[in-house]
């Protein structure tokens, strides 16, 4: 059983989930018997072959789908619906198009009923950290993909959230323009010390913005492995991916996930 922090954001004690299978009758268990916790301002990102339940943990911890067996809890309470103090995002930024960048980072503001000049004041100071402030009255379709993720990360925010449930958002994106956003999440986590569950299949992106990654098996999920990354500098993926002990943190996350690939 991975250690509990002495204060828990997000925890899951003993979770199992299970789906009916209707095409070939009885159940699929996606992850069993799951159990972890993650600290204040604490990132941890969760690796695993295809299919062993990662997004499935996220969906469970945002309160969208509950848990067929055991417990999730934000700020140490019990998660049975959607959680305003919970945001997620995904791998697509899903900005609408007929609002502006800075109308779309004002939604979640809105739907909670935030007065308009504070919806404002919010979303530019947001986009301003995002480096978009030269953006903020341009569509969706106007900007790049790196940039739309941007804008979708001060959305993001803008609601203050807890914790933070990231399902690869940057995976659709190509190699440079991720290091880019890798760099400026790591630096916006760091800053507001954030609380965030990262899913990701690049092994140096789990290093380079993580205190500690977490292996799953095949299905059904299980955590077989608690992995602290300590290496400095957390804040600046930029300079921690280039540590020569990266090298050394993905040949075991490989040796890992290659057992689990076999075993499947």
Same mark, same amino acid.
């Given at each position: 059983?991975?250690?509990?922090?002495?204060?828990a954001?997000?925890?899951?004690?003993?979770?199992?989930?299970?789906f009916a !299978?209707p095409?070939? %009758? /009885?159940?699929?268990?996606?992850?069993?018997?799951v159990?972890? #916790?993650?600290?204040?301002?604490?990132?941890?990102?969760?690796?695993?072959? #295809? /299919?062993?339940?990662?997004s499935?943990?996220? !969906?469970?911890?945002s309160?969208?789908?509950?848990?067929?067996?055991?417990?999730?809890?934000?700020?140490?309470?019990?998660?049975?619906?959607? !959680?305003?103090?919970?945001?997620?995002?995904?791998?697509?930024?899903?900005?609408?198009?007929w609002?502006?960048?800075?109308?779309?980072?004002?939604?979640?503001?809105?739907?909670?009923?935030?007065? $308009?000049?504070?919806?404002?004041?919010?979303?530019?100071?947001? @986009?301003?950290?995002c480096r978009? #402030?030269?953006f903020?009255?341009?569509?969706?379709?106007? @900007? #790049? %993909?790196g940039?739309?993720?941007?804008?979708?990360?001060?959305?993001? =925010?803008?609601?203050?959230?807890?914790? =933070?449930l990231?399902?690869?958002?940057?995976?659709? =994106?190509? $190699?440079?323009?991720k290091?880019?956003?890798?760099?400026?999440l790591?630096?916006?986590? $760091?800053?507001?010390?954030?609380?965030?569950l990262?899913?990701?299949?690049?092994?140096v992106?789990?290093?380079?913005?993580?205190?500690?990654? @977490?292996?799953?098996?095949?299905?059904?999920g299980?955590?077989?492995?608690?992995?602290?990354?300590?290496?400095?500098?957390?804040? !600046?993926?930029?300079?921690?991916?280039q540590?020569?002990?990266? %090298?050394?943190?993905?040949?075991? =996350?490989?040796?890992l996930?290659?057992?689990?690939?076999?075993?499947?």
């Amino acid at each position: 059983m991975i250690a509990k922090p002495d204060t828990a954001r997000l925890e899951f004690r003993q979770v199992t989930k299970r789906f009916a !299978n209707p095409r070939q %009758g /009885g159940v699929v268990v996606a992850v069993e018997d799951v159990t972890f #916790s993650i600290a204040d301002g604490e990132v941890v990102s969760l690796i695993g072959p #295809s /299919g062993c339940g990662k997004s499935t943990l996220l !969906n469970m911890g945002s309160g969208l789908d509950p848990a067929t067996e055991g417990q999730v809890f934000v700020d140490g309470e019990l998660v049975t619906k959607p !959680n305003r103090h919970v945001a997620f995002m995904l791998q697509k930024d899903l900005l609408l198009p007929w609002r502006t960048i800075r109308e779309n980072v004002e939604l979640g503001l809105e739907i909670q009923g935030t007065a $308009a000049a504070q919806r404002r004041e919010t979303a530019l100071a947001l @986009l301003a950290k995002c480096r978009l #402030s030269d953006f903020v009255e341009h569509y969706p379709h106007q @900007l #790049s %993909g790196g940039m739309r993720q941007r804008a979708a990360l001060a959305r993001t =925010l803008a609601v203050d959230p807890v914790v =933070l449930l990231m399902d690869e958002p940057f995976s659709a =994106l190509d $190699a440079q323009t991720k290091m880019v956003l890798q760099q400026d999440l790591g630096r916006t986590l $760091a800053d507001t010390r954030k609380t965030a569950l990262f899913i990701t299949h690049d092994l140096v992106e789990a290093i380079a913005l993580s205190d500690r990654i @977490l292996v799953m098996s095949h299905r059904p999920g299980r955590i077989i492995e608690e992995i602290p990354v300590e290496i400095p500098g957390r804040d !600046n993926p930029m300079t921690r991916r280039q540590d020569p002990k990266v %090298g050394v943190y993905v040949k075991r =996350l490989m040796d890992l996930l290659h057992v689990e690939q076999a075993a499947a």
